[in-house]
């Protein structure tokens, strides 16, 4: 005998917050990733205080582009956010490596990756083990 397991489907709010979360944090990983490329003056400043080369920035700035358009493609978003989850676990060892206490930044970023992904995504929620309703 087979079980079917049965996914509750989101209401369309939900879904909608999460795709308006998840476009808001992907336009703001697009300028981050802009900006690796054009190398203005203040973020060859801030990269080279963190101890890294200029030369790195735009391949960083590579990784995130990539990183972005996986998480905003649906079929590629949960490959995407995994991937994100580590580019900003390394920004967030970065900025407590040189005790810059903005190591928050990333880590807010990392939580609302996952909260855009949680909404738009019912079969994700599935996997984790939150439980619903009163325990008893």
Not at 15 to 26: D, K, P, T
Request: charged share 20%; hydrophobic share 50%; glycine share 12%.
């Amino acid at each position: 005998m087979e079980t079917e397991i049965r996914i509750p489907t989101a209401s369309k709010k939900k879904v909608w917050a999460g795709r308006i979360i998840s476009a808001l944090l992907v336009l703001l990983l697009l300028m981050g990733a802009v900006s690796a490329f054009m190398q203005p003056d203040n973020a060859v400043k801030g990269f080279e205080e963190f101890g890294y080369p200029r030369r790195l920035l735009p391949i960083l700035g590579g990784v995130e582009l990539a990183c972005a358009i996986l998480y905003a493609i649906p079929r590629t978003s949960v490959l995407g956010a995994i991937l994100l989850t580590g580019y900003l676990g390394g920004a967030t060892a970065t900025h407590v490596r040189v005790g810059d206490p903005k190591f928050v930044v990333p880590v807010i970023v990392g939580i609302i990756v996952w909260l855009g992904l949680l909404l738009r995504e019912d079969r994700l929620g599935a996997l984790l083990p939150f439980r619903r309703g009163r325990a008893g």
